[in-house]
Nanobody, 118 residues
């Protein structure tokens, strides 16, 4: 079992910032990557950013230059710093832990709501 607990969501005005946190615990061996996804009302869940255990990061185009993913191994926590937020960033943000397919399925957190007002 792997537990992922997100926090840090909330309401912010356009142009503002938020930092999301995802604390992971349990059987975290063999994690390939940790990531953040989001799902807006009426839309499919989409990738936002990922970070490997080695620290390599990847971002989708619409957040490049605005969002930063990072990881504190000592705290078993992954962060998503979100700057210059836009109303279209409004969504539920989910933390993800990816494992080798032969080992186990991905784990997901419960999600945290981010609302950006115009």
């Amino acid at each position: 079992q792997v537990q992922l607990v997100e926090s840090g969501g909330g309401l912010v005005q356009a142009g503002g910032s938020l930092r999301l946190s995802c604390r992971y615990s349990g059987s975290i061996f063999r994690i390939n990557t940790m990531g953040w996804y989001r799902q807006a009302p009426g839309k499919e869940r989409e990738l936002v950013a990922t970070i490997t255990i080695g620290g390599s990061t990847n971002y989708v185009d619409f957040v490049k230059g605005r969002f930063t993913i990072s990881r504190d191994s000592a705290k078993n926590t992954v962060y998503l710093q979100m700057n210059s937020l836009k109303p279209e960033d409004t969504a539920v943000y989910y933390c993800n832990a990816n494992f080798p397919s032969w080992y186990r399925a991905d784990s997901w957190g419960q999600g945290t709501q981010v609302t950006v007002s115009s």
